[in-house]
């Protein structure tokens, strides 16, 4: 089973940029593709992005696209999610998640059916 545990939130201000990371026990990593969503109180769960196993083509939420980039290091078994141009609207929880699907359509549409998820880490952007 695996276990994802993010890290990097905090509180920065509108402009700053952030990393966040998302570490992954077990073996499997480098067959699982990864992603990250968030959520802020009182909104839906919105996805941010995910990355697939390979690597390729790596897809984006509309309102980061532009700003946001997510990649892997298949040795550290880790997932990272490089946030700059932060703006207070992004201003929510932000988890990992992690599955054997690389299907754009599961992880963009119906996050319900990914896999494993982190606990979350806070990102809070002031003005």
């Known amino acids: 089973q695996v276990q994802l545990v993010e890290s990097g939130g905090g509180l920065v201000q509108a402009g700053d940029s952030l990393t966040l990371s998302c570490t992954a026990s077990?073996?499997?990593?480098?067959?699982?593709?990864m992603g990250w969503y968030r959520q802020a109180p009182g909104k839906e769960r919105e996805f941010v992005a995910y990355?697939?196993?390979?690597?390729?083509?790596?897809r984006y939420g509309e309102t980061v696209k532009g700003r946001f980039a997510i990649s892997r290091d298949d040795a550290k078994n880790t997932a990272y999610l490089q946030m700059d141009s932060l703006k207070p609207e992004d201003t929510a929880r932000y988890y990992c998640?992690?599955?054997?699907?690389?299907?754009?359509?599961?992880?963009?549409?119906?996050?319900?059916?990914?896999?494993?998820w982190g606990q979350g880490t806070l990102v809070t952007v002031t003005s």
């Open positions: 998640a992690a599955d054997r699907t690389s299907d754009r359509v599961i992880w963009i549409n119906h996050p319900n059916s990914v896999n494993t």
């Open positions: 077990g073996r499997s990593f480098r067959s699982l593709s």
């Open positions: 990355i697939p196993w390979s690597g390729v083509n790596p």
